[in-house]
Protein backbone atom coordinates (compact mmCIF):
# COMPACT_ATOMS: atom_id res chain seq x y z
CA UNK A 1 0.00 0.00 0.00
CA UNK A 2 0.92 3.44 -0.67
CA UNK A 3 1.86 5.91 2.15
CA UNK A 4 3.05 9.60 1.62
CA UNK A 5 4.58 11.13 4.71
CA UNK A 6 5.33 15.51 4.52
CA UNK A 7 7.89 17.36 6.27
CA UNK A 8 9.27 20.18 6.64
CA UNK A 9 7.10 22.53 7.85
CA UNK A 10 6.76 25.48 9.79
CA UNK A 11 6.47 29.26 11.48
CA UNK A 12 8.78 31.57 9.48
CA UNK A 13 8.09 35.04 8.67
CA UNK A 14 7.25 36.77 5.63
CA UNK A 15 10.32 36.77 2.67
CA UNK A 16 11.59 33.88 4.82
CA UNK A 17 11.91 30.33 2.53
CA UNK A 18 11.17 26.72 3.63
CA UNK A 19 11.59 23.49 1.95
CA UNK A 20 9.27 20.87 2.13
CA UNK A 21 9.80 16.89 1.62
CA UNK A 22 7.11 14.06 0.82
CA UNK A 23 8.55 10.49 1.26
CA UNK A 24 6.61 6.97 -0.44
CA UNK A 25 6.58 3.77 1.19
CA UNK A 26 5.23 0.86 -1.03
CA UNK A 27 5.46 1.86 -4.26
CA UNK A 28 8.49 3.48 -6.48
CA UNK A 29 7.60 6.82 -7.65
CA UNK A 30 9.16 6.80 -11.15
CA UNK A 31 5.82 6.24 -12.62
CA UNK A 32 3.78 8.80 -10.80
CA UNK A 33 2.74 12.24 -11.39
CA UNK A 34 3.45 14.08 -8.04
CA UNK A 35 1.86 16.99 -6.82
CA UNK A 36 1.78 19.39 -4.12
CA UNK A 37 -1.73 21.13 -2.77
CA UNK A 38 -2.27 23.01 0.55
CA UNK A 39 -6.09 24.24 1.86
CA UNK A 40 -5.85 27.30 4.41
CA UNK A 41 -8.15 27.98 7.37
CA UNK A 42 -11.89 27.83 6.10
CA UNK A 43 -10.76 27.82 2.47
CA UNK A 44 -11.03 25.00 -0.13
CA UNK A 45 -7.75 23.14 -0.83
CA UNK A 46 -6.00 24.36 -3.69
CA UNK A 47 -3.39 23.49 -6.22
CA UNK A 48 0.14 24.56 -6.16
CA UNK A 49 2.34 23.10 -7.99
CA UNK A 50 3.42 19.18 -10.13
CA UNK A 51 6.00 17.43 -12.15
CA UNK A 52 5.87 14.56 -14.15
CA UNK A 53 7.41 11.04 -13.65
CA UNK A 54 10.91 11.81 -14.76
CA UNK A 55 11.11 15.79 -13.64
CA UNK A 56 11.38 17.35 -17.05
CA UNK A 57 7.72 18.91 -17.29
CA UNK A 58 6.89 21.19 -14.10
CA UNK A 59 3.42 23.41 -13.74
CA UNK A 60 2.70 26.02 -11.01
CA UNK A 61 -0.48 27.67 -9.36
CA UNK A 62 0.04 31.34 -10.76
CA UNK A 63 -0.13 32.46 -7.14
CA UNK A 64 3.49 30.83 -6.46
CA UNK A 65 5.09 31.28 -9.97
CA UNK A 66 8.22 32.25 -9.75
CA UNK A 67 8.69 31.45 -5.83
CA UNK A 68 8.37 27.71 -5.15
CA UNK A 69 9.96 25.28 -7.28
CA UNK A 70 9.20 21.49 -7.28
CA UNK A 71 11.56 18.65 -8.00
CA UNK A 72 11.65 15.18 -7.20
CA UNK A 73 14.07 12.27 -6.64
CA UNK A 74 12.97 9.09 -7.72
CA UNK A 75 15.75 6.82 -6.21
CA UNK A 76 14.92 8.05 -2.77
CA UNK A 77 11.18 8.28 -3.41
CA UNK A 78 11.39 11.45 -3.26
CA UNK A 79 9.86 14.90 -4.07
CA UNK A 80 9.99 18.41 -2.86
CA UNK A 81 8.81 21.88 -2.41
CA UNK A 82 11.08 24.40 -2.15
CA UNK A 83 9.23 28.11 -1.08
CA UNK A 84 11.17 31.06 -1.34
CA UNK A 85 9.62 34.52 -0.08
CA UNK A 86 6.98 33.28 1.84
CA UNK A 87 4.07 35.11 2.28
CA UNK A 88 1.08 34.91 4.95
CA UNK A 89 -1.26 34.27 2.26
CA UNK A 90 1.21 30.96 1.70
CA UNK A 91 -0.04 29.59 5.49
CA UNK A 92 -1.72 26.66 4.80
CA UNK A 93 -0.91 22.98 5.32
CA UNK A 94 0.47 21.56 2.19
CA UNK A 95 -0.03 18.43 1.25
CA UNK A 96 1.71 15.74 -1.24
CA UNK A 97 -0.26 13.70 -3.52
CA UNK A 98 0.56 11.57 -6.37
CA UNK A 99 -1.23 9.31 -8.94
CA UNK A 100 -0.05 7.24 -12.69
CA UNK A 101 -3.03 9.54 -14.41
CA UNK A 102 -4.54 12.19 -12.68
CA UNK A 103 -5.66 14.34 -15.91
CA UNK A 104 -5.60 17.47 -15.08
CA UNK A 105 -2.69 17.93 -12.86
CA UNK A 106 -4.45 21.08 -10.83
CA UNK A 107 -7.67 18.54 -10.13
CA UNK A 108 -7.48 17.32 -7.02
CA UNK A 109 -10.12 14.55 -7.93
CA UNK A 110 -7.47 12.55 -10.04
CA UNK A 111 -4.86 11.75 -7.15
CA UNK A 112 -5.32 8.56 -6.02
CA UNK A 113 -2.43 9.13 -2.99
CA UNK A 114 -2.21 11.77 0.08
CA UNK A 115 -0.18 12.32 2.49
CA UNK A 116 -1.37 13.87 5.65
CA UNK A 117 0.12 17.22 5.46
CA UNK A 118 2.52 19.94 7.30
CA UNK A 119 1.27 22.91 8.55
CA UNK A 120 3.27 25.60 7.22
CA UNK A 121 2.69 29.11 9.30
CA UNK A 122 3.82 32.82 7.63
CA UNK A 123 3.95 35.60 10.23
CA UNK A 124 3.41 38.98 8.54
Known amino acids: QVQLAESGGGVVQAGDALRLSCVAS????????MAWFRQAPGKEREYVAAIDWNGVITEYAVSVQGRFTISRENARKAVSLQMNNLKPGDTAVYYC?????????????????WGRGTQVTVSS
Open 26 to 33: GEALSTYI
Open 97 to 113: AMDRAPGSWRDQRGYAY
